[in-house]
């Protein structure tokens, strides 16, 4: 395995500085966040693009991946996670869209992995959305397969929200929808593997990684603490409004002694990549570095 951190959270600084911080503070990996630039952040850290997929040459995929492979770092995959499934005609149009460029710098640069979301309408079923995602997917995968590369979809509801209310913003979160999935799709799409979702949504990390560990192509480390308080005031049905609070791995309710031995015992030999996301470390650079070092120091005694 190889410990590495998403470069979302620094969306002013060039990646090049990013890398080179990550090289000189012990990690291995970087995935990159491939938002496009045209648009500005309409959530945390939506809008960071530390690769113009929309122009990049051949020659300046190569410049990048020399860049950091020359820091001896690896290039986990590229992160763009947008609504693919959204009611808007046409925003679904242009968050594909750049999904497709997404994919299609991941083949310049032999990237194997881009990383994302299958996406959610808030206002219908699981069922209802797996319809739509059966008309709007073939051809997000078709895009992929002739380009080489693989999807992998986060298993987050994106529940977070009053306009992510009541049925989230991406319906591939627990084993009812990935099964079909996997059966639709499994060569070209994987799991993007999350612990801290499973957390505040009471699905066993182990029986998860058990049935799926042969499809979990890309980890995302991320914690989770349950605010017992919220969880008391507003109850389970509140989703992700008040009880749930991402955190730097250490410092909330995921199992990590659990994950790691189950992801061992599945033969997952990838990237590890920490997802930051904790308020307690953002604002600045140096609050964000901070939060990668803690999380690092967590979880460096499961990965040698």
Partial sequence: MKLGLLTAPFPETPLGEVARWTADNGFESLEIACWPRTTGPTRRY??????????????QARE???????????????????????????????????????????????????????????????????????????????????????????????????????????????????????????GTIGLNYDPSHLVWLMIDQGRFIREFGDHILHVQAKDLMIDRDGLYERGTLSAGIGWQVPRIPGLGDVDWREVFSALYRAG?????????????????????????????????????
């Fill in 46 to 59: 939506a809008g960071t693009s530390h690769i113009d997929v929309a122009n990049l040459s051949d020659a």
């Fill in 268 to 304: 997952y030999d990838g990237d590890i990549i920490i997802e930051h996301e904790d308020r307690v470390f953002e604002g600045t650079d140096e609050k964000v570095k901070r939060g990668f070092l803690i999380a690092r120091d967590t979880l460096r005694p499961f990965i040698r």
């Fill in 64 to 186: 990048i991946v020399d860049e950091i492979t020359g820091l001896g770092l690896g290039i986990s995959g590229l992160g763009f996670y947008p609504n693919p499934l959204h009611p808007d005609p046409d925003h679904r149009a242009r968050v594909i869209a750049h999904l497709e460029l997404v994919i299609a710098a991941a083949a310049r640069m032999g990237v194997p992995f881009v990383n994302t979301f299958m996406g959610g309408d808030a206002s219908k079923t699981q069922d209802q959305n797996w319809d739509e995602a059966l008309k709007v997917w073939p051809r997000i995968v078709a895009v992929a397969k002739d380009h080489g590369v693989r999807l992998t979809i986060e298993n987050c509801p994106m529940i977070f929200s009053k306009d992510e209310w009541p049925a989230g913003h991406n319906i591939a979160w627990s084993p009812y929808i990935w099964r079909r999935i996997l059966e639709q799709w499994g």
